[in-house]
């Protein structure tokens, strides 16, 4: 945990995000419920880690990022000082939890990934909304720049960091990508995520852009999610 945030920390990331669920209320549409029931229990973050976490981005000089998977949990987060939350898209329509995060935090970040157009819509108009493909890892042919163009944000699940540099290139406000110690390492997610030098590379990208004339104002803050 303290590894992953230090190093993200010195590669210059933003904020470092982390899901905050009870394995038992999760939302059955979420991809592979059932299946991957215990691996949820074995991965959920206990209050304590939720406390460690948050002073551990302190110390580093890093933003926490949590995604509420359920309205406990959101507010469990409002009780420890957190002003910006995520949710995710099986949780669009979660409309109690969508309006206590509406109503008790600065920001909320919605992943559209797995929601519907017109629902998509209705997010873009009142919450920061993610552009997502929930495919993982997803091609990048799948990926379409003129939709993401809607959106606030970029949930980027493909192979490598260029859909996301380009992401920047058309001014999204969140860049988020899956961090990883290695894409050898077991497990689907790895191969897909990034590593400390492509983070710093997106950072450095992104550094580089900003100082652009024509891109200012147009800061892209980099995400890593760091659950896996």
Known sequence: MEQGIKLLAEAGVDYIKWQSFNAEKLNPAWPDYEKSKEYYRSVELSPSDHTFIISKCKEYGMKPLFTAFSLDK?????????????????DADNEPLMQYCTEN??????????????????????????????????????????????????????????????????????????????KDLPGNDHKFSSTVSEFKELVDYRNYKAKIPLYKGRWSNVVGNGDI
Do not use: Q, W
């Open 74 to 90: 959101a507010k469990m987060l409002k009780e420890l000082g957190i002003n910006i939350v995520k949710i995710a898209s099986p």
């Open 105 to 182: 935090f600065s920001n909320m970040l919605v992943s559209c990934g797995m929601v519907s157009n017109r629902k998509a819509h209705e997010i873009i108009k009142y919450h920061t909304a993610f552009y997502c493909v929930s495919r993982y890892p997803c091609p990048k042919n799948e990926i379409d720049f003129d939709k993401m163009a809607l959106f606030d944000g970029f949930s980027d699940h493909t192979a490598d960091i260029e859909c996301a540099k380009k992401a920047i290139d058309m001014g999204m406000e969140y860049i988020e990508r899956h961090f990883t110690l290695g």
